[in-house]
């Protein structure tokens, strides 16, 4: 047996993954157990989960492998801030505690944490990226693209896989990234930087490109995708802050996160999306012009913005595209483990990921008992096609469902493990989850779950599934009326298909909605409260339901009916929201 773990962590999204003879047996993100959005510590509760569920200790596993190269990514911090001295001097002084106590310090933490002394692999971070795609994706060859804010030096790559090997040819280098300017405008936007990148993408449809000419100002996009930064738009590079003087001067103030969203703010994120994809389009035909190979693989915190990626195969020459469902750098956890099983140890692949549940799960004895302990009123069934037909009925009715089945996700997307549930058909369905649950901004869209048999019914498609809801797609125009609140102000749905056989239950109780409301989709929404990570553990659920106002809790077999509990100390009216 050959068992090998992989480690990200220290920067944000720290994650651990567990191979075994080439099978990815367990991977979780840590904030998932310490309850902290983007946790960047050790991950230490990821990889004793990874360890348990593997059934092995740290001391017999026969590799380590970490997702980055810390001496050089030091080297890049110290060739920075010498370039921008003195002015680089506080943000060099606020880093250096970290790097002294934990990021030069990664062998040794990893040894003493796990009583481990065999060998650690460190892996390039863009490296990284790109196993954790091509050597889980179903193509024996591809072409890939990761792109992100920066690894050591690189914020992108390109290259192709073919077998177990990869081959990167060209990588741009900091300070010149995409990822960076996302975030750069996230905070301009008044958003939090590594995470509400996506809040600015949900944004964009409801503005109009009018500030694309001014962004050509601050990014130079050559032909083969390639960008230069005009850095007297940005802070990064020397100081805590993204966006510079310059560019409050070009775009207007920084909005604070207590002022309105206007127009503007709109605009401006319309306008950032659409040069984003622009030069994402630009790097993808550039890489199959090298490559000339039809299937594509992406990572990378940027291979998240679906709504880039449901229009690469119309704006490029891909036809098939796999991307990673941990696509930041969580994944580079997984892509490091199979790097090292696949490509530095020489093994062929024989792993295709075509779930995402890989996290931990409960069994319906501990359940129980949990339930008992805490004196929770519950129907227990016996029979999942009673529990299924209930719980339709319920959604039906308006009712909103917290969905907590078998393992958890990998990833930042809830694929009906750990979902909340409402009626797609319901044109308050909107408002009504976040009056009583999410607690978010307005603009925001809720992504829709279909049967996978459905799909080309309701979308304009060009492929059969969408497994782990990473690619955006317009619902046909005949149909948006039936499901206003999944439907995107630009008519379109970040989906997810599942099917029988990825998931009965969840397929069931879609089928069965579709029985009373002649409509195969759902509302699927994260099963949290916004500032807090996915749910993890069955108390993590029941703590959420009893928070806010999630009407039942369908926990394996067990309903729970939140008005049939009493209220405790989770009142919604105590639980702090960001």
């Not at 567990?18 to 983007?38: M, P, Q, S, W, Y």
């Not at 696949?342 to 004895?365: F, H, Q, V």
């Not at 719980?391 to 990998?410: H, P, T």
């Not at 002649?518 to 949290?528: A, E, H, Q, R």
Request: net charge neutral; with cysteine.
């Amino acid at each position: 047996m050959t068992a090998i773990l992989g480690i990200s962590c220290f920067y944000h999204d720290a994650a651990a993954c567990l191979i075994k003879d080439g099978i990815v047996v367990a991977a979780a993100e840590e904030e998932r157990f310490t309850r902290k959005k983007h946790d960047i510590s050790f991950p230490i509760n990821a990889i004793s989960y990874c360890l348990k569920e593997g059934e092995i200790t740290g001391q017999q596993l026969n590799y380590v492998a970490f997702y980055e190269k810390p001496l050089l990514k030091f080297e890049r911090l110290l060739s920075m801030h010498l370039e921008m001295f003195p002015r680089s001097f506080w943000s060099f002084y606020k880093a250096l505690p970290a790097w002294i106590n934990e990021k030069l310090r990664v062998p040794g933490i990893i040894r003493k944490k796990l009583h481990y002394k065999g060998d650690i692999m460190f892996i390039e971070h863009h490296l990284a990226h790109a196993a954790s795609s091509f050597l889980v994706s179903p193509f024996e060859e591809a072409a890939i693209l990761t792109v992100d804010g920066v690894g050591e030096w690189a914020t992108a790559s390109y290259g192709y896989g073919k077998g177990n090997d990869i081959t990167l040819l060209k990588e741009l280098r900091f300070p010149h990234s995409i990822g960076l300017l996302y975030s750069t405008v996230t905070a301009h936007l008044g958003f939090s930087v590594n995470n509400s990148e996506y809040k600015v993408m949900g944004l964009s449809p409801y503005g109009k490109p009018v500030y694309y000419d001014d962004f050509k100002r601050v990014v130079d996009i050559k032909e083969d995708g390639s960008i230069e930064f005009d850095m007297s738009y940005f802070d990064f590079h020397y100081k805590l802050t993204m966006p510079s003087k310059k560019f409050e001067e070009e775009f207007g103030k920084i909005r604070k996160p207590h002022e309105e969203v206007t127009q503007k703010h709109k605009d401006i994120a319309a306008s950032l999306q659409k040069i984003t994809e622009e030069m994402i389009f630009k790097m993808l035909n550039h890489l199959h012009k090298e490559t000339k190979m039809d299937n594509l693989c992406m990572a990378g915190g940027v291979a998240l913005n679906s709504v880039a990626n449901g229009k690469i195969t119309r704006n490029t020459p891909f036809k098939k595209v796999w991307i990673q469902p941990a696509a930041s750098d969580a994944g580079t956890s997984l892509g490091a483990a199979a790097y090292a099983y696949n490509t530095i140890l020489g093994n062929k692949r024989k792993y295709t990921m075509k779930s995402a549940y890989l996290g931990p799960s409960y069994s319906a004895e501990y359940l129980q008992k949990f339930l008992d302990d805490d004196g929770v009123i519950y129907k227990k069934f016996k029979d999942d096609t009673a529990l299924v037909k209930l719980a339709a009925k319920l959604l039906f009715e308006s009712n909103v469902i917290g969905w907590y089945q078998g393992r958890m996700e990998w990833g930042p997307r809830a694929l009906g493990a750990r979902s909340i549930l409402s009626n797609a058909t319901n044109p308050k369905m909107k408002d009504i989850l976040n009056l009583k649950v999410k607690h978010r901004e307005h603009f925001r869209p809720f992504a829709p779950v279909i049967s996978k048999e459905d799909v080309h019914d309701y979308f304009e498609i060009d492929k059969d599934e969408e497994p782990f809801m990473l690619f955006v797609y317009p619902f046909k125009e005949k149909v948006r009326h039936l499901v206003p609140s999944v439907v995107h102000v630009d008519g379109s749905g970040r989906l997810q298909t599942t099917s029988k056989e990825e998931n009965p239950l969840y397929y069931g109780v879609i089928k069965e909605f579709e029985k009373l409301s002649k409509i195969p989709i759902l509302v699927n929404t994260s099963f949290n409260i916004r500032g807090e990570p996915i749910v993890c553990t069955p108390e993590d659920a029941y703590r959420c339901m009893m928070g806010t106002g999630i009407d039942y809790l369908v926990m394996d077999k067990f309903l729970i009916k939140r008005a049939d509990n009493p209220k405790d100390m989770w009142d919604s009216e105590k639980i702090a929201t960001d």
